[in-house]
């Protein structure tokens, strides 16, 4: 039995087995790390070799799939050579059919060179004929350039009396136009009517136009400025297309009476073309136009033609009250004032409110009616006031559905309206777009359109607003001779007693004026007075003409009517501007007054007004003075 170790024996025999072990511990992970990393090796080439395995397999699926390819392609190449054979052999049998078909025509052409060498010789006979013939073409050559001279020569003679015979055509046109011209100063007639069972005075005079003759056209302005002296049409629209026109609806034409010649101002021409507006003198010299179609909208601006130097204004209305936009609407100045009524807006609607503007404070009012019987809404009605300037009167318009031919009334004081019943008398035809004027009691009214503007009326109707009754005073009968009358054109217009009718030729152009002057009753009785006024006995209030007129005033006098002067309570003096402004600058019992501060080389319009004791009144006939520079 050996003998038993001591501890220490035990700890020395276990240190070199726990290094023992530790050793074979690390040669194992060395051995674990090296077998890691062996299998680590191997499984990259698994990866590697399984890599090139697919790659192989795709490159013999890719030559299969392009043997199979190749061998489909030969197939194809195949059945294209043999349908090429096919085709070859189809072709050679086509020329074979062809060599036989030319070999037939090489027989016909062989046939054909004999029958042309037969022809040949038949020619070379002929061409020895001809040969013949050209010799005797020569000289009949020689007999044409003869002839030819001859000719010529009378052609010269014929150019001669040509220009000749267009010599005396313009001389017979000339002749022609002279003998039109006095044909229609011949025409103007004085006629006797009986209206109302009075007398009337009807003188027509008729002159052809010349200058620069402007187109008719359809709902353009027409208007009398200067005391008669000049006629304006403004804007217009075609009627062939019913559209407004570039020329037309910009193009201003001014016609002298005096001269009888049409001018068309540049200067006047609009950047937009305007239809279906009013045009109203205020002043001898400008014209109001209001509202109408401006290019393709309803407008419901201002704007004012000076006719002194042919240029536009367009004030700075005040205030933010206007009217709406219109068309079709009557307009009618009565002092500084202007009054708008009715016609149709923008959206087609048709109005019958009341407007008034005011030229001195640039404002508009709309008016508010006070009590009456106010006309219905319209379009293309007239309106006219008195010669006081107390009542607007309205007639006709369309309410849309037909035509009217009714008379309303306004008193422009109380801001009443009323219906004025006329059951006496012959009543005029219902129409629209007439034009109207008012004098002394009598409203007169001219022109219009029927229906839809499916007949142009040119009569002359009268009412005597004092009784009320209509009477004709002239029956229109011209128009049925002008058929190409345009139906809502503007070819009339007052100015005083007198009526200015334009009459169109079938070629459009305004060539022909009428002016029909109208003698009442009371121009016929102060007639009949001229020889007491000779003897000094007059029954009118006038102005003297011995006025001092300097830089800045005018100094004048009046004559009082020779009956009933000791009834004249007072007299008022009133003074117009160019621009229609009219203002009071004295009242007194005087008939003599200094009116100062005026501007100097400025047109000014003087009335006097003689009140009597009975409120009761007379005016005096305006005159134009003159300050000086």
Request: glycine fraction near 6%; charged fraction near 30%; charge should be negative.
């Amino acid at each position: 039995m050996p003998p038993k170790a001591n501890g220490k024996d035990k700890k020395k025999q276990e240190e070199p087995l726990e290094v023992k072990l530790q050793e074979e511990v690390k040669l194992l992970e060395r051995a674990r790390n090296d077998m890691q990393v062996e299998e680590s090796f191997v499984h990259d080439k698994y990866k590697q070799i399984k890599a090139e395995n697919e790659r192989l397999q795709a490159e013999i699926n890719k030559y299969r799939s392009r043997l199979g390819n190749a061998t489909e392609d030969y197939a194809d190449i195949l059945e294209h050579r043999q349908e090429q054979i096919k085709a070859e052999e189809v072709k050679l049998r086509s020329m074979q059919a062809q060599v036989e078909k030319l070999d037939s025509e090489l027989k016909q052409a062989t046939e054909e060179v004999k029958n042309l060498k037969e022809s040949n010789a038949a020619q070379a006979a002929k061409l020895e004929d001809a040969s013949a013939l050209l010799q005797d073409k020569e000289n009949l050559e020689d007999a044409v350039r003869k002839q030819h001279d001859l000719i010529e020569k009378q052609s010269e003679e014929l150019k001669y009396l040509r220009n000749k015979l267009e010599e005396q055509d313009k001389e017979l046109n000339t002749a022609r136009g002279q003998l039109e011209e006095l044909t229609l100063k011949s025409s103007a007639t004085t006629e006797l009517k009986i209206l109302f069972e009075e007398p009337w005075i009807l003188q027509t005079s008729h002159a052809r136009l010349r200058g620069d003759v402007p187109l008719d056209r359809e709902a353009g302005s027409l208007c009398v400025l200067a005391g008669g002296k000049l006629l304006v049409i403004y804007g217009g629209m075609s009627r062939i297309s019913n559209q407004t026109q570039d020329g037309l609806g910009r193009e201003v034409a001014v016609l002298n009476v005096e001269t009888m010649q049409w001018e068309r101002p540049s200067t006047a021409r609009t950047p937009m073309t305007s239809h279906s507006h009013t045009g109203t003198v205020v002043g001898r010299t400008k014209i109001l136009v209001f509202g109408g179609v401006k290019g393709e909208l309803a407008a419901s601006d201002i704007s004012i033609l000076n006719t002194d130097n042919m240029k536009w204004l367009v004030p700075q209305v005040k205030g933010l009250e206007k009217p709406p936009p219109r068309h079709g609407h009557a307009t009618c100045a009565v002092r500084e004032k202007v009054f708008v009524f009715g016609g149709m807006s923008m959206e087609g609607a048709l109005l019958n409110d009341l407007w008034v503007y005011d030229q001195d404070s640039l404002t508009w009012t709309n008016v508010t009616i006070c009590g009456g019987h106010p006309p219905s809404p319209r379009r293309g009605a007239t309106l006219s006031v008195t010669e006081d300037g107390r009542r607007l009167y309205m007639f006709g318009g369309n309410d849309g559905s037909r035509p009217l031919n009714d008379v309303y009334f306004m008193e422009i004081e109380r801001l009443t309206w009323g219906y004025l019943p006329v059951h006496v008398g012959s009543q005029p035809e219902p129409r629209e777009d007439a034009q109207s004027t008012i004098i002394a009691k009598y409203l007169i009214i001219s022109g219009g359109c029927t229906q839809g503007g499916t007949r142009r009326l040119g009569d002359v109707q009268v009412l005597d607003l004092y009784s009320p009754r209509w009477e004709c005073l002239d029956d229109g009968s011209y128009t049925v001779t002008m058929p190409w009358l345009k139906q809502r054109a503007a070819y009339s217009c007052f100015c005083g007693n007198k009526l200015y009718t334009l009459k169109p030729s079938m070629h459009e152009k305004l060539w022909e004026l009428q002016v029909t002057e109208f003698a009442l009753p009371e121009d016929i009785e102060r007639l009949r007075n001229s020889k007491k006024r000779d003897l000094g006995v007059s029954e009118k209030l006038q102005l003297l003409d011995d006025a001092i007129c300097g830089v800045s005033s005018i100094e004048l006098q009046w004559r009082p009517p020779t009956k009933n002067t000791d009834r004249i309570e007072r007299y008022k003096l009133m003074i117009a501007t160019s621009t229609g402004v009219v203002k009071d600058v004295y009242q007194g019992k005087e008939q003599r007054f200094k009116i100062t501060g005026l501007k100097p080389n400025t047109e000014y319009i003087l009335c006097v007004k003689a009140i009597y004791d009975d409120g009761s009144f007379l005016w005096s006939e305006s005159k134009p003075y003159m300050t000086k520079l």
